[in-house]
Nanobody
Framework: QVQLVESGGGLVQPGGSLRLSCVVS????????MHWYRQAPGGKEREVVA????????NYVDSVKGRFTISRDAAKNMVYLQMDSLKPEDTAVYYC????????????????WGQGIQVTVSA
């Protein structure tokens, strides 16, 4: 099994910054793309916020471009989301997602999720 644990959320004022971290542990042979998703309150659908490939190429949803930065530390099996210039509309539960393989034969693929962490942007 593969486990993900997020940390770093909390309450911040508009214009402030937070850094989310996610550590991946368990039966991991190879990590491929890693993602941050979020789900805003009010029954909104979960949306992908940022993605980083194993080669380090990053993509972002338009609403966070220029404000959020995704990065990863392959040696530590960690992914980060630096969030700057936060806005009230960034308020959501943020989820880390990791995809890869648990074995060297590439027979057992996984796509695992963290439990989610609350980010609230409010004055």
């Amino acid at each position: 099994q593969v486990q993900l644990v997020e940390s770093g959320g909390g309450l911040v004022q508009p214009g402030g910054s937070l850094r989310l971290s996610c550590v991946v542990s368990g039966s991991v042979f190879r990590l491929n793309a890693m993602h941050w998703y979020r789900q805003a309150p009010g029954g909104k659908e979960r949306e992908v916020v940022a993605t980083i490939t194993s080669e380090g190429s990053a993509n972002y949803v338009d609403s966070v471009k220029g404000r959020f930065t995704i990065s990863r530390d392959a040696a530590k099996n960690m992914v980060y989301l630096q969030m700057d210039s936060l806005k009230p509309e960034d308020t959501a539960v943020y989820y880390c997602n990791a995809r890869g393989y648990s074995d060297s034969n590439y027979e057992h693929a996984f796509s695992s999720w963290g439990q989610g962490i609350q980010v609230t942007v409010s004055a």
